[in-house]
């Protein structure tokens, strides 16, 4: 049954690239054929650099439904030295992915099990659901995330940022950001990043 999942997520990515890289070389061809005296001004402006998207250079995360379900999600954890994995989890599995970066949360923020000379590190896992977890790992006033995926496809553990801990100002660490990215899939909202 798993099976049938990752091959039905990879035959639909797959068929989208295929029909998106079609409809972009037709638009191609009628904007040319439209222009034909302006075709070099329209290829040079068409590549422009400075509005290139560029792929992540940090570690990343992305979540998102599998063919607009709200029952299946893709999830894809990068480690920023070009390392990947990913894999297609059930809503309960979502849920149980939220309670556990909630839990890392609550607990980075606490002064429990803070190393003075060392960092101490704990991990926070669901017993019954290994697919995702968090260690968190505290020395001095910062919490540092790190957070594992395991799929079929592998295992992978991505620095996730830090926070100091009674800081008055936000905090920002990619941690945070997977935090947001859940919630918001399961809801049914795009975050920016």
């Not at 560029?54 to 995360?61: C, L, T, W």
């Not at 849920?95 to 003075?116: H, I, P, R």
């Amino acid at each position: 049954m798993h099976e049938n999942w990752k091959t039905r997520f990879v035959a639909q990515w797959l068929l989208t690239l295929l029909i998106s890289g079609a409809g972009l070389a037709q638009d191609r061809n009628q904007k040319m054929q439209q222009r034909p005296g302006q075709q070099q001004a329209t290829i040079d402006q068409r590549f422009d650099s400075s509005k290139a998207i560029r792929a992540p250079s940090g570690p990343s995360f992305y979540i998102g439904p599998v063919g607009g379900s709200a029952m299946m999600f893709s999830v894809l954890l990068g480690d920023g030295g070009g390392n990947t994995v990913a894999g297609t989890f059930t809503l309960r599995q979502i849920d149980v992915f939220e309670a556990v970066l909630e839990e890392a949360k609550a607990f980075a923020l606490n002064d429990e099990k803070v190393g003075s000379a060392a960092p101490l590190t704990t991990r926070l896992m669901e017993q019954h659901e290994w697919s995702l977890f968090v260690d968190v790992s505290k020395i001095g006033t910062k919490s540092r995330f790190f957070v594992s995926l395991i799929t079929p496809q592998g295992r992978l553990t991505a620095p996730a940022g830090e926070i100091t801990r009674g800081s008055k100002e936000e905090q920002s660490a990619l941690f945070l950001d997977i935090l947001t990215q859940v919630r918001n899939a399961k809801t049914g909202t795009t975050s920016s990043r």
